[in-house]
Each structure stands twice: as structure tokens, then as C-alpha cells.
């Protein structure tokens, strides 16, 4: 026996209430990509709890072991234990990956924000700047600003949020100008609103749903960027373990050690497919 009413279908319905009837879909590679965010989290938060062996201090005796019982994924050329390198290496990867997206997400979305609330001039001049920003390689600009602040994980975070900025920006100038013509932020002028408060209470609130989500996105293609700034020797200097630098000292041995740079690898695009596809899920909900 059906539940709805006589004479009615689920064709009838709005279509809020014909969506509650559909049954929600598994999704494996999203549950995929959970795990491993959170495991690689719990890694960043509590790294003791995952490896027995030190993240900087070799073992005597033990160096270019290949992957077996007492070491996973092998041992490097001076004998720490990769594992125990890429457990302790995910707080430096995702610390900077998380400042990277943090300075993007405040400074663009302040930009966006006040180029599609204001119009007008405002808009054009910082537009215009935006899309200068975004006519750099992103890779040349990254180095740019970590030549002029120095070397370390804090300096290549802030690099890379830099060179995202640009992308926030134009993200949210768009969502703004969408909120901002909309129905209820007109009846909100019409009933004497200010436009601080109408910025603050209406515009802000309906625009950051895709930025949030875009966030998530620019988190993989952060530790993609500070990885790769760590390989050409502009992050974290050694002996920290950071993933890109893993990468980096483990080249040298590819042809007799091929785990030094394969495991920290394999982790770094894990990491990033993972956070892509949470993007996704995300934009897919805020549609």
C-alpha cells in the first residue's frame, strides 16, 4: 500500500518532497577518500600512536632496508624508518597546506566580497589586479614570494596561499553578484536594511557555500604545491620530514631503492585525489 494520499503520485509533489522519496546512493570512493583524509589527519595530530620509530634519527646498522616486518615501507640511506618519515611528515604537509588555503579563503573572499557588493569602480580596479594575478604561473609566483621571505614550511605556505588568492577572489566576486540581485536581498534594501548589515546577514552567509567547498579542493592543490616547493628545495629544509623533501632525497637512489620516493608518492596523490573528491561532493550538495 502506498503512503500518499488517494488520487495523488509522487509526480504531484514538489519537488523537495519527490526528492526525500529517493533512497541515498553508497558511494565508495567518497568513503575512500574519508579514510584517508582522516587517517591522515590522526597521523598530523598524534603521529606516536601510529609508529615506534623517530621521524628524524636513523637506526644503525639498518640503511636502504627494502619494505619487510620490522620496517614497512623500508628504511632510508641512513637507516630512519620511511614509515615512521611520512607519519610524522603529514603535520608539516598539512600545517602548511591548511595556512596556504586559510589566507586564501580570508583574503579572497574579502576581495570578492567587496568587488561584487560595491560595483562599480571598486569593482573593475580589483578585478583587474585579479586577473593580473591570475596571468602568473602560479609556480613562478610561489617562488617569488618564498625568495623574498626565506626558506621553511611557514614561508611556503604563505607562498602558495598567495598565488590563491586570485582564484578565491574570482569565486566569490561571482557568488556575490548572484546573492546580491537575488529576491530576498532586494526586499531586504526595500525594508530599510543597511548595506553593512545586508552584507553581513545575507549576501556573506548565501555566498560562501561554493567557497567553502572550493576550499576543499585548493587543500589538495596545496600539499601538491608545497610538495613540489620542497622537492626544488625552497620548503622545509632536512632533516624534517616533509613529503615533498622525502621525494626529493629519496631521487638520488630510485634504481636501487625505489620506496624512498615511491611510498611518499603514492601518498601525496592519495592525499590529493582524496581532497578532490570531497570537492566535489561538496559543490555537488551546494547545487
Known amino acids: 500500500m502506498s503512503s500518499l494520499p488517494l488520487g495523488k503520485s509522487t509526480l504531484s509533489l514538489p519537488l523537495t518532497q519527490r526528492r526525500r522519496w529517493k533512497p541515498a546512493r553508497l558511494q565508495p570512493g567518497l568513503i575512500l577518500a574519508w579514510l584517508v583524509m582522516t587517517t591522515v589527519i590522526l597521523w598530523a595530530i598524534a603521529p606516536g600512536l601510529f609508529t615506534d620509530y623517530s621521524g628524524t634519527e636513523g637506526i644503525a646498522g639498518a640503511q636502504r632496508l627494502a619494505p619487510q616486518a ?118 531586504a534594501y526595500g525594508s530599510g536594511g543597511s548595506f553593512l548589515s545586508i552584507l553581513w546577514r545575507h549576501i556573506l552567509p548565501n555566498s560562501l557555500t561554493s567557497v567553502i567547498a572550493f576550499s576543499a579542493l585548493q587543500f589538495g592543490s596545496a600539499i601538491l604545491a608545497i610538495s613540489t616547493l620542497s622537492f626544488l628545495g625552497y620548503g622545509t629544509p632536512p632533516p624534517t620530514p616533509e613529503w615533498g623533501l622525502l621525494i626529493a632525497e629519496g631521487r638520488n637512489y630510485i634504481s636501487t631503492a625505489w620506496w624512498l620516493t615511491t611510498f611518499p608518492g603514492v601518498v601525496v596523490v592519495l592525499v590529493v585525489l582524496s581532497a578532490n573528491r570531497i570537492s566535489q561532493s561538496l559543490r555537488r550538495r551546494t547545487r
Open 70 to 187: 620490522g620496517h614497512w615501507l623500508g628504511t632510508d640511506q641512513l637507516g630512519r624508518d620511511v614509515y615512521a618519515r611520512i607519519v610524522y611528515g603529514a603535520s608539516h604537509s598539512l600545517s602548511g597546506a591548511l595556512v596556504a588555503v586559510a589566507l586564501g579563503l580570508i583574503f579572497g573572499t574579502a576581495l570578492g566580497l567587496a568587488a561584487g557588493a560595491s560595483g562599480g569602480l571598486v569593482d573593475a580596479v580589483v578585478m583587474r589586479i585579479n586577473d593580473v594575478l591570475l596571468s602568473i604561473p602560479g609556480l613562478l609566483l610561489s617562488l617569488s614570494v618564498i625568495i623574498l621571505l626565506g626558506f621553511g614550511t611557514v614561508h611556503a605556505a604563505i607562498a602558495v596561499g598567495v598565488t590563491s588568492v586570485a582564484n578565491f577572489a574570482r569565486l566569490a566576486r561571482a557568488e556575490v553578484v548572484l546573492v546580491r540581485h537575488s529576491d530576498y536581498v532586494e526586499a
